[in-house]
């Protein structure tokens, strides 16, 4: 048998275990969490057991405003996995949240031809279902800055 088959096409997702489950898990509730240090209040992402300011293990999962700034990002138009060959060219930003921590993530939207707006655009999270038990944050241009308004 050959590896074209239909479980090669499919994209990879992410392994859920863990802290990374718990991340996931309130993804699929269409909730975006991070974890907060009980200790010196600071947010990490990704996942991990202690906090990299204070070392401190005591922590617990906060809900994110949904809301940050695109940091950086890349318009990926050849795809590296046969799952994404349907869905190129798109956008892949890091992601600076209100929180302050940084996410990798799609960006939504027709953006592909408007990649020169995006450094520093205002984004919002969205989720999106890309498998039975997988939901995936992803972000669009905020509804304040397709107004024109600048929330900075
Ligand atoms: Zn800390």
Request: charge should be neutral.
């Amino acid at each position: 048998m050959t590896r074209m088959g239909a479980d090669v096409a499919t994209p990879p997702l992410p392994s859920l275990e863990g802290l990374t489950a718990e991340f996931y898990g309130h993804c699929r509730r269409q909730e975006l969490s991070f974890q907060r240090c009980s200790s010196c209040g600071r947010w990490r992402h990704v996942p991990r057991l202690a906090c990299v300011g204070c070392g401190s293990t005591a922590w617990s999962w906060q809900r994110s405003s949904g809301r940050g700034v695109v940091f950086s990002f890349t318009v990926i138009h050849r795809a590296l996995h046969p799952g994404f060959d349907e869905e190129v060219p798109f956008v892949c930003a890091v992601v600076e949240m209100d929180e302050g921590v940084r996410m990798v993530a799609r960006i939504v939207d027709e953006v592909a031809d408007r990649t020169a707006t995006l450094a520093d655009a205002a984004v919002e999270v969205v989720y999106v279902h890309v498998a039975d038990n997988v939901v995936l944050p992803a972000f669009r241009l905020s509804t304040a800055e397709a107004r024109g308004n600048d929330r900075r």
